[in-house]
């Protein structure tokens, strides 16, 4: 792991992306250490950088005119990818940030692979019909991005590893159930099949305004599969450096809390899209903080349950 520094500008551009992509996530990075916020921002700058090019947006928003077609934008994408692991030098700032950061931290190339397959299903309009589907949709683009966090905060067994992709699904699943009208409108179904007709929600009618209360249902039933993966996240934490789990602690709080709000309103959850305040931020980096203290304390933590989705390896 080489100790050199990046350069200014591509972490510059990086921190302007976090700072326009993600606020929940740019608040809990304020807890990193600073050679650590470089690297988990610079990753971040990467990631959002793929899913744009993919959906033809920026930072998640609007539309970008495009010749390429989404399938012909993702295979350009996994060829930068496999260019920046052979040393090919970028014009590109996130993928200037990406080679810098997989070569400061040793990330196998196989975890961004995964992630750019998680995109793929997308593009390929993938059918979620049991939980088994969504979760491992869930690892593509969110657990595997909780694994390589980890592996810049220094982790390399693998058990801790396990417990930082389950955060990562515990935060795709808090995502799906806020975003499932809104994801619906464009055609993408995460909610498994199985959930939807088990509340009666008929096949296409998701997005129906009469439909959401058994929508709600859904939805929680979703949020409850969340939790035990949010709670091995806790106890993956005790591995982490102390700054590094008190930001872990709190993107953990902020991601809990948007779900218990989804959950809260029921029916009326996507009338207004579910966030959370300055305050509420600040109130759940001080839980984050708790959290790390209390891993601090805690004695041999019990094994990962059998029964939760593992990611691949």
């Known amino acids: 792991m080489s100790g ?13 992306a976090i700072a326009k992509g993600s606020k929940s996530f740019a608040a809990a990075a304020r807890l990193f250490a600073p050679r650590m916020r470089e690297d988990a921002v610079m990753l ?3 990631c959002r950088h793929c899913d744009d090019v993919v959906d033809g947006q920026e930072l998640g928003h609007g539309r970008i005119a495009s010749a390429q077609t989404p399938a012909e934008r993702l295979d350009a994408l996994f060829e930068e990818t496999r260019r920046a692991y052979r040393g090919v030098p970028s014009s590109h700032p996130a993928f200037a940030a990406f080679a810098e950061v997989v070569r400061r931290n040793d990330i196998p190339e196989r975890h961004p692979l995964d992630l750019l397959e998680g995109f793929r299903m997308d593009v390929e309009d993938r059918r979620y019909e049991t939980l088994d589907d969504t979760l491992t949709y869930c690892y593509h683009v969110a657990g595997v991005v909780g694994v390589m966090m980890a592996l810049i905060m220094g982790a390399r067994d693998e058990v801790v590893l396990d417990r930082a992709s389950d955060l990562g699904l515990g935060f795709q699943l808090t995502n799906i159930s806020r975003d499932v009208i809104e994801d619906a409108g464009i055609g993408r179904i995460y909610v498994p099949e199985t959930f939807l007709l088990m509340e009666g929600v008929p096949d296409g009618g998701i997005a129906a305004p009469d439909h959401r209360p058994k929508v709600a249902a859904a939805v929680a039933r979703l949020l409850d599969v969340a939790e035990p993966y949010y709670e091995q996240a806790v ?4 591995a982490l450096p102390f700054r590094a789990a008190a930001a872990v602690g709190a993107a953990r709080c902020v991601y809990r809390g948007i779900g218990t709000e989804v959950r809260r309103r029921g029916a009326r959850a996507w009338d207004a899209r579910v966030s959370t305040t300055k305050a509420q931020k600040i109130g759940y980096l001080m839980q984050g903080i708790g959290l790390a203290l209390a891993t601090r304390r805690s004695g041999p933590q019990p094994p990962r349950p059998t029964h939760l989705w593992t990611r691949p390896r």
């Open 235 to 238: 106890i993956g934490m005790g």
């Open 4 to 16: 050199a520094d990046a350069a200014p500008d591509v972490v510059g551009a990086s921190e302007e």
């Open 44 to 46: 971040y700058a990467w």
